[in-house]
């Protein structure tokens, strides 16, 4: 069915599916490593120095391994094939010729050069699925447009929007705020690895096909309630982006996020604070009274938060069913109980002597799980003899 | 062609945001999405929510495309039993209750797997269906503070930033392509599969390469809008109020391009500026002064120039913006909906092009509380009118 029948994790929900990657951004970067750590296998196709993506920061001083790079590429191959050259152009084809899935990130204009343009792929290889990702996707008249992380977040609309609550509230004149890292990456990327699927799925009744998947898109599906909302008559804006009460609190030792959306949370909220003489007020029992006095409840919350300590609230919030979370830093997370008991890391080999952990999966299938990629790998540590 | 995911069939049993935008991308591409809802336990988003500070139930339709609508009232036995049946002529069974919910309304895995022994069921949970923290309810903002990225998000000075519904989208992207590959490994293998996606862990793979510097004992900082190894990098206001300029700086080339398009010669050769390095240890007054140069431009077209010149930039759009953009339009990424009482609106379309598998996107709206009995318990599961109405006296079908 695939075209990789070799026992790589025979078990696993893409054993057998193979994929080419000819990436230099994190969002097809991302596509290959979702389906690399479902079992695909996952080759790299990298110029002579090496895919961008390997000096991208955040770098390990000493060693200059990319964190980045290492994030995205465990679980995949490196074949270097250098597509200014003909010999290169042969080799894709060569890959090509036994890949289900090709993801591209190629910038169009430089396509048809490397042999890597839709017409020529689909001619040559009806049976792909090529994939092309995008910051502004293939079509449309912003194709040829380029675009990072800090681009993308504010072409998608999130941007815009960002931050909210409490830290728009303490930094009200500072410029909107991206999300931390590749966030509009990530969905583009994902996105990519959905549609690549998708069309496989359909490959035995239409062959291969086309996809054409932008990063810009993916941002605004995310963040599609706020086009409804427009749909409804209201503009959002960072400003009044916030819950009416919740958000982010300061507590002792840290900072929480809490949030009540129902009664029973409501009620159980106010136990948690002690039954405060603030709260006997009885309108308060009316949801949209209270969301009207938002501001007021969290005046009082915030005083009754930054007496405690953030462990204690977080834990005493979960007995009595309020929605509330500490904010973790990466190392909390690395060591939480809860990741540790659901394996969410697993060592990495950044090189021979260097031990990190990662992520295994934003996912788990829990009859067939899946396998820790271990190890980064070298510039074009697979080899092929140069095709004749 | 028809659209690549037709004749697959979902019995969605997901509530909120993550789940049915996991079913929406699914029934998007062509899956035929049957929603099992009920009056008597009303997903959340069919009302309204006085804590968004609104009355009407706004959020609804951008995760109810393209479903049908059935109701079954799960807390009585019968409705658990047509439930099986929905399932067992389903491909993928989907839900997103507390872990555990499923199991005691009698539709846990092992159950469905004996009522449909390839059975495919995905369950979007905010803490996943194992660990000590399972139980835990939680929305998009504690999935992002639990997982990592709202720590790692907001100004180096400042506290760390609450995510809001893109999270929840967001992992449900991530259940979607889960769901693709256990219907692939299904095709290949026959067996069974429980996919298991939780939201925080989703917000953590979006700090993946923080958490490998935390598995060394590094502490990454939090780091705004700068970037580590780009400058200029960032949010600049421009002439125009609250219309703000993103750049991105890669190389010493876009440098030069961006200096020559601002018309600041000066800064092309100015030393502080000369390298990628120089420039970042002079970030800070490189955004002053792009504050300023920036601040007499108009935005847009300075972005649309900045682009010619090869240099990202873009301007911080709003949904105004995104609404009447031809580039959405023509790439289908939005498209105008409108149905009676509904006056015309912008909507999120197909999540992607495809080249032959084209008939994507959205069909039909968000369908009215059990609209679709006839087809799905009539046609689908053969129950007579007779018999649905009698399960709807005795509130099984209700």
Same mark, same amino acid.
């Given at each position: 069915?695939?075209?990789?029948?070799?026992?790589?994790?025979?078990?696993? !929900?893409?054993?057998?599916?193979?994929?080419?990657?000819?990436?230099?951004?994190?969002?097809?970067?991302?596509?290959?490593?979702?389906?690399?750590?479902?079992?695909?296998?996952?080759?790299?196709?990298?110029?002579?120095?090496?895919?961008?993506?390997?000096?991208?920061?955040?770098?390990?001083?000493?060693?200059?391994?990319?964190?980045?790079?290492?994030?995205?590429?465990?679980?995949?191959?490196?074949?270097?094939?250098?597509?200014?050259?003909?010999?290169?152009?042969?080799?894709?084809?060569?890959?090509?010729?036994?890949?289900?899935?090709?993801?591209?990130?190629?910038?169009?204009?430089?396509?048809?050069?490397?042999?890597?343009?839709?017409?020529?792929?689909?001619?040559?290889?009806?049976?792909?699925?090529?994939?092309?990702?995008?910051? @502004?996707?293939?079509?449309?008249?912003?194709?040829?447009?380029?675009? =990072?992380?800090?681009?993308?977040?504010?072409?998608?609309?999130?941007?815009?929007?960002?931050?909210?609550?409490?830290?728009?509230?303490?930094? !009200?004149?500072?410029?909107?705020?991206?999300?931390?890292?590749? @966030?509009?990456?990530?969905?583009?990327?994902?996105?990519?690895?959905?549609?690549?699927?998708?069309?496989?799925?359909?490959?035995?009744?239409?062959?291969?096909?086309?996809?054409?998947?932008?990063?810009?898109?993916?941002?605004?599906?995310?963040?599609?309630?706020?086009?409804?909302?427009?749909?409804?008559?209201?503009?959002?804006?960072?400003?009044?982006?916030? @819950?009416?009460?919740?958000?982010?609190?300061?507590?002792?030792?840290?900072?929480? =996020?809490?949030?009540?959306?129902?009664?029973?949370?409501?009620?159980?909220?106010?136990?948690?604070?002690?039954?405060?003489?603030?709260?006997?007020?009885?309108?308060?029992?009316? !949801?949209?009274?209270?969301?009207?006095?938002?501001? =007021?409840?969290?005046?009082?919350?915030?005083?009754?938060?930054?007496?405690?300590?953030?462990?204690?609230?977080?834990?005493?919030?979960? =007995?009595?069913?309020?929605?509330?979370?500490?904010?973790?830093?990466?190392?909390?997370?690395?060591?939480?109980?809860?990741?540790?008991?659901?394996?969410?890391?697993?060592?990495?080999?950044?090189?021979?002597?260097?031990?990190?952990?990662?992520?295994?999966?934003?996912?788990? @299938?829990?009859?067939?799980?899946?396998?820790?990629?271990?190890?980064?790998?070298?510039?074009?540590?697979?080899?092929?003899?140069?095709?004749? | 062609?028809? +659209?690549?995911?037709? /004749?697959? $069939?979902?019995?969605?049993?997901?509530?909120?945001?993550?789940?049915?935008?996991?079913?929406?991308?699914?029934?998007?591409? #062509?899956?035929?999405?049957?929603?099992?809802?009920?009056?008597?336990?009303?997903? +959340?988003?069919?009302?309204?929510?006085?804590?968004?500070?609104?009355?009407?139930?706004?959020?609804?339709?951008?995760? *109810?495309?393209?479903?049908?609508?059935? $109701?079954?009232?799960?807390? &009585?036995?019968?409705?658990?039993?047509?439930?099986?049946?929905?399932?067992?002529?389903?491909?993928?069974?989907?839900? *997103?209750?507390?872990? /555990?919910?499923?199991? $005691?309304?009698?539709? #846990?895995?092992?159950?469905?797997?004996?009522?449909?022994?390839?059975?495919?069921?995905? *369950?979007?949970?905010?803490?996943?269906?194992?660990?000590?923290?399972?139980?835990?309810?939680?929305?998009?903002? %504690?999935?992002?503070?639990?997982?990592?990225?709202?720590?790692?998000?907001?100004?180096?000075?400042?506290?760390?930033?609450?995510?809001?519904?893109?999270?929840?989208?967001?992992? #449900?992207?991530?259940?979607?392509?889960?769901?693709?590959?256990?219907?692939?490994?299904?095709?290949?293998?026959?067996?069974?599969?429980?996919?298991?996606?939780?939201?925080?862990?989703?917000?953590?793979?979006?700090?993946?390469?923080?958490?490998?510097?935390?598995?060394?004992?590094?502490?990454?900082?939090?780091?705004?809008?700068?970037?580590?190894?780009?400058?200029?990098?960032?949010?600049?206001?421009?002439? &125009?109020?609250?219309?703000?300029?993103?750049?991105?700086?890669?190389?010493?080339?876009?440098?030069? +391009?961006?200096?020559?398009?601002?018309?600041?010669?000066?800064?092309?050769?100015?030393?502080?500026?000369?390298?990628?390095?120089?420039?970042?240890?002079?970030?800070?007054?490189?955004?002053?002064?792009?504050?300023?140069?920036?601040?007499?431009?108009?935005?847009?077209?300075?972005?649309?120039? %900045?682009?010619?010149? #090869?240099?990202?930039?873009?301007?911080?759009?709003?949904?105004?913006?995104? +609404?009447?953009?031809?580039? %959405?339009?023509?790439? /289908?990424?939005?498209?105008?909906?409108?149905?009676?009482?509904?006056?015309?609106?912008?909507?999120?379309?197909?999540?992607?092009?495809?080249?032959?598998?084209?008939?994507?996107?959205?069909?039909?709206?968000?369908?009215?509380?059990?609209?679709?009995?006839?087809?799905?318990?009539?046609?689908?599961?053969? %129950?007579?009118?007779?018999? $649905?109405?009698?399960?709807?006296?005795?509130?099984?079908?209700?």
């Amino acid at each position: 069915m695939f075209r990789d029948d070799a026992s790589h994790g025979a078990d696993l !929900p893409l054993a057998g599916c193979r994929v080419i990657e000819h990436s230099r951004t994190v969002a097809a970067a991302y596509a290959g490593r979702l389906l690399a750590a479902m079992g695909a296998k996952v080759v790299m196709l990298e110029p002579p120095a090496g895919s961008a993506l390997r000096t991208a920061p955040p770098l390990l001083h000493g060693t200059g391994h990319s964190a980045l790079f290492a994030s995205l590429a465990c679980g995949k191959d490196s074949l270097v094939c250098d597509l200014s050259l003909p010999e290169g152009r042969r080799m894709l084809e060569q890959e090509l010729a036994n890949a289900d899935i090709f993801i591209d990130d190629t910038p169009l204009r430089e396509r048809e050069a490397r042999g890597l343009d839709r017409e020529a792929i689909t001619a040559s290889f009806p049976a792909l699925v090529h994939v092309s990702v995008r910051p @502004f996707g293939a079509s449309g008249p912003k194709a040829d447009w380029d675009g =990072e992380e800090v681009n993308l977040l504010h072409a998608g609309g999130e941007g815009f929007l960002l931050p909210n609550g409490l830290c728009y509230e303490l930094f !009200p004149d500072r410029p909107p705020l991206k999300i931390y890292g590749h @966030f509009s990456e990530y969905q583009g990327g994902s996105m990519a690895a959905f549609a690549a699927l998708a069309a496989l799925w359909a490959a035995p009744e239409a062959g291969g096909q086309y996809v054409d998947v932008s990063v810009q898109d993916a941002v605004l599906a995310v963040g599609a309630f706020a086009l409804q909302r427009f749909g409804d008559g209201s503009l959002e804006h960072r400003s009044t982006r916030h @819950f009416r009460y919740g958000g982010v609190f300061e507590a002792r030792g840290g900072y929480v =996020e809490l949030l009540t959306l129902e009664d029973r949370q409501w009620s159980a909220l106010l136990e948690l604070l002690g039954r405060p003489a603030w709260a006997e007020d009885h309108t308060l029992q009316d !949801p949209l009274e209270r969301s009207r006095r938002g501001d =007021e409840i969290n005046h009082h919350v915030r005083e009754w938060m930054i007496a405690h300590d953030v462990d204690d609230i977080v834990r005493w919030a979960q =007995e009595l069913g309020v929605p509330a979370a500490k904010y973790r830093t990466p190392a909390e997370v690395i060591a939480g109980e809860h990741e540790r008991s659901r394996g969410l890391f697993a060592p990495l080999m950044l090189d021979e002597n260097t031990q990190a952990e990662a992520l295994v999966a934003p996912f788990q @299938f829990r009859c067939t799980p899946l396998q820790a990629a271990g190890r980064v790998p070298a510039l074009g540590e697979m080899t092929r003899e140069p095709p004749s | 062609m028809k +659209a690549p995911l037709a /004749g697959v $069939r979902l019995a969605d049993f997901t509530i909120h945001a993550a789940g049915p935008f996991c079913t929406q991308l699914l029934a998007q591409l #062509g899956a035929e999405c049957i929603k099992i809802e009920s009056k008597a336990r009303l997903d +959340a988003f069919r009302k309204p929510h006085a804590v968004y500070g609104r009355l009407s139930a706004a959020t609804f339709d951008q995760v *109810s495309v393209n479903k049908l609508s059935v $109701r079954l009232n799960l807390k &009585q036995p019968e409705a658990i039993a047509l439930a099986k049946r929905l399932i067992s002529i389903s491909d993928v069974t989907t839900e *997103s209750f507390r872990a /555990g919910v499923m199991q $005691r309304l009698g539709l #846990g895995f092992e159950g469905l797997r004996a009522v449909k022994p390839d059975v495919i069921l995905v *369950s979007l949970s905010s803490c996943g269906q194992s660990g000590p923290d399972s139980h835990f309810a939680g929305y998009a903002p %504690l999935f992002g503070a639990w997982g990592g990225l709202g720590w790692m998000t907001g100004y180096t000075d400042g506290p760390p930033v609450e995510m809001r519904h893109v999270m929840d989208h967001s992992a #449900g992207i991530h259940a979607a392509v889960a769901t693709m590959a256990a219907l692939h490994q299904r095709r290949r293998t026959g067996r069974a599969q429980h996919v298991d996606v939780a939201a925080r862990e989703v917000a953590s793979a979006m700090i993946g390469d923080a958490l490998i510097l935390a598995s060394l004992g590094i502490t990454p900082a939090r780091p705004g809008n700068r970037h580590l190894s780009m400058a200029p990098h960032g949010v600049y206001p421009t002439r &125009q109020p609250d219309r703000w300029l993103t750049l991105a700086v890669r190389n010493d080339a876009e440098w030069l +391009a961006l200096a020559r398009e601002l018309d600041q010669p000066a800064a092309s050769s100015d030393p502080r500026f000369a390298t990628a390095a120089a420039r970042l240890q002079h970030s800070e007054e490189l955004d002053t002064l792009l504050s300023q140069w920036l601040g007499a431009c108009e935005a847009d077209a300075t972005a649309e120039r %900045l682009q010619r010149a #090869g240099i990202c930039a873009h301007v911080s759009w709003s949904m105004l913006d995104i +609404a009447s953009d031809p580039h %959405l339009k023509m790439r /289908g990424a939005t498209t105008e909906v409108s149905a009676p009482g509904i006056p015309t609106r912008s909507a999120v379309g197909a999540p992607a092009r495809f080249s032959k598998t084209d008939r994507v996107g959205i069909k039909r709206l968000t369908p009215r509380l059990g609209q679709d009995e006839e087809y799905v318990f009539g046609e689908l599961l053969g %129950l007579s009118a007779v018999q $649905r109405a009698d399960l709807e006296s005795r509130e099984v079908i209700a």
